[in-house]
Structure formats: structure tokens, C-alpha cells
């Protein structure tokens, strides 16, 4: 059963530096295609950081990138998201997901983490 829980969120000033971690349980994050999404209040899904299989393989969003980092700890089983410089802008329920192949590619979930940014 693969299950996937965020932490870390919660409310910070514009400016500031925030670290979401996303521990999984019943899948090896080696041979998992990671990523980290978020969704503010009145918008979609909007993927903010994508991790293949190594640090160099990692994309991001031009409205993100400089400010985000993803990264796998193989070891712990989980997933980072490094966020600087802070924006209002960047509220938003954050949300892990983890692509895992059987006989076909599967996506999980984790059920979000709320990150606010106000002064």
C-alpha cells in the first residue's frame, strides 16, 4: 500500500524560508518520478517541482524557479521541497505525488499541507 504524508507547513513571513518533507511508505522513492504540486484557494493543480531519478533530472516552473528545491533522501524515503524567498503569492495547500509502474504508471497522493504566507 503506498501512502505519502506532508509536513512542515504552516504560516510564514513574505521573505522567509520554509522546508516541506513528504515521508512514503510502500514504495521505494529510486524507482519513483517525484513531485510536489500546489493549489491556492480558487485554482487548479499547479505543479511547482518535478524530480526523475537523479538531482540533475530535477525541472521547475519559471514562477518558481531559484526560489524552489526538490530532493530525495533515498535513505528516509522522503521528499523535500526547499522553498526561499517567500511570497504571498506562494499560499497554498502544497501536495507530494509519487508515480509508481506496475503494469502501467500509477499517481499518489499525499493529502496536502498548508502554506501561508502573510505579514
Same mark, same amino acid.
Given at each position: ?20 518533507? &513528504? ?11 517525484? %513531485? ?6 480558487? %485554482? ?20 518558481? !524557479?531559484?526560489? =524552489? ?5 533515498? !535513505?528516509? %524515503? ?17 501536495? &507530494? /505525488?509519487? /508515480?509508481? =509502474? !506496475?503494469? /502501467? ?15
Amino acid at each position: 500500500q503506498v501512502q505519502l504524508v506532508e509536513s512542515g507547513g504552516g504560516l510564514v513571513r513574505p521573505g522567509g524560508s520554509l522546508t516541506l518533507s &513528504c515521508s512514503v511508505s510502500g514504495v521505494a522513492l529510486r524507482q519513483s518520478p517525484t %513531485n510536489w504540486y500546489r493549489q491556492a484557494p480558487g %485554482n487548479g493543480r499547479e505543479l511547482v517541482a518535478h524530480f526523475g531519478y537523479t538531482p540533475e533530472s530535477t525541472t521547475y516552473p519559471d514562477t518558481v !524557479a531559484g526560489r =524552489f528545491t526538490i530532493s530525495n533522501d533515498y !535513505a528516509k %524515503n522522503v521528499v523535500y521541497l526547499q522553498i526561499n524567498s517567500l511570497k504571498t503569492h506562494d499560499t497554498a495547500v502544497y501536495f &507530494c /505525488k509519487v /508515480k509508481v =509502474f !506496475a503494469t /502501467k504508471w500509477r499517481d499518489y497522493w499525499g493529502p496536502g499541507t498548508q502554506v501561508t504566507v502573510s505579514s
